[in-house]
């Protein structure tokens, strides 16, 4: 099924177009020149455009539920707080670039993807997760820019430091 590392490269170059044009804006033909392929080594791979994107939007959104959901069973915060850090320092161009052109959908599914994947104590958690997801997104979204002048370590001790001690306690094992 294709060369080694095709489906890969073609991750690669959507991406690299994305970031510079609208989804509906990109082809698929743009897409192979850009990764060295021909059409046909696309559509063993994916549908369309929108397929590829999906995919690369559900692995970032299936990290960061992951890590979310270790909040109830890691041992040491401060290690969670690595974790998490890690995963904005390697993916912040990403959730960057999602956020900034379809805030909207990547919120949607980035809640769905986290109740679906975790259990949150209900007592008015419909609130308290839009305050908690509303306010890492802003907090991303404005320290980005500025990353090259802030660590993401500094930003997301600023955030976590911002938060209610019992916003954590709505997940559970």
Known sequence: M???NAKNNLKIAFWELYKT??????????ITDKAGYFRSTFYLYYDDIYHIYQEIEDELLLEWVDLVAQIPIIDSYDLYLENLIKFF?????KIYYFLNNDQEAFKTNLKDKLYSNIDIVQSESSMINEYFISGMIGFFLEWYPHKDTISAKEAWM???????ESIFALFKK
């Open 2 to 4: 294709g060369r080694p």
């Open 21 to 30: 044009k609208p989804i509906n804006s990109i082809t698929i033909k743009e």
């Open 89 to 93: 320092d390697n993916n912040s161009e």
């Open 158 to 164: 600023t955030y976590t430091s911002l938060l209610p």
